[in-house]
């Protein structure tokens, strides 16, 4: 009876810790899967802040209609394009001289995303990103002239 009532504790004992290491697990790849998603999201706002920023003149950077929606438009000095858009589930990135024709399956995959809404307005433009599950982030960049860029036009 002794042995019995040790193996019935022992039972108990071993459904409790199985039943603590499931819940545990199950938080821990809930979590997991919410920091993936929240990395993308803000890496992706980072790298189109980033590139607007590279811009040499931000105030020239636009919106056109390109991949599945708009995407932006950023020229360099040299005549060449930098388009930054959404295609086929995937934040694209097309580098090209500003008179050439490309589609926008020719562009370089930058990350997985579920959409990009892009919107400029009174040198604001709006950024939009919405993940594989359907939430939406939202930035605002102010363009215009910084004062570096005005220098470099002078000289």
């Known amino acids: ?9 022992f ?5 409790c810790l199985l039943a603590v290491l499931l819940t545990g697990a199950g938080a821990y ?6 920091n993936e998603e929240e990395y993308a999201r803000r890496t992706c706002m980072q790298y189109v802040a980033n590139r607007v920023h590279q811009a040499p003149r931000p105030a020239d ?7 599945q929606g708009n995407g932006l438009s950023i020229p360099d000095r ?13 934040l694209m990135e097309l580098y090209n001289s500003a008179d050439s024709v490309l589609n ?3 562009g370089e995959r930058v990350m997985e995303i579920g959409g990009l809404d892009l919107s400029l307005e009174n040198g ?16 605002v960049l102010v ?3 910084r004062g570096e860029d005005e220098k470099g036009d002078a000289e």
């Open 78 to 90: 040299d005549g060449f394009v930098t388009r930054v858009y959404y295609y086929d589930g995937y």
């Open 104 to 106: 926008p399956q020719d």
């Open 61 to 67: 950077v636009r919106i056109e209609p390109f991949g």
């Open 29 to 34: 790849k809930r979590l997991n899967i919410r």
């Open 143 to 145: 363009l215009g002239n």
């Open 124 to 139: 604001m433009l709006r950024v939009t990103v919405t993940d594989r599950q359907g939430e939406d982030r939202e930035m």
């Open 1 to 9: 009876m002794d042995g019995l009532i040790a193996l019935l504790l």
């Open 11 to 15: 039972g108990v004992f071993a459904v």
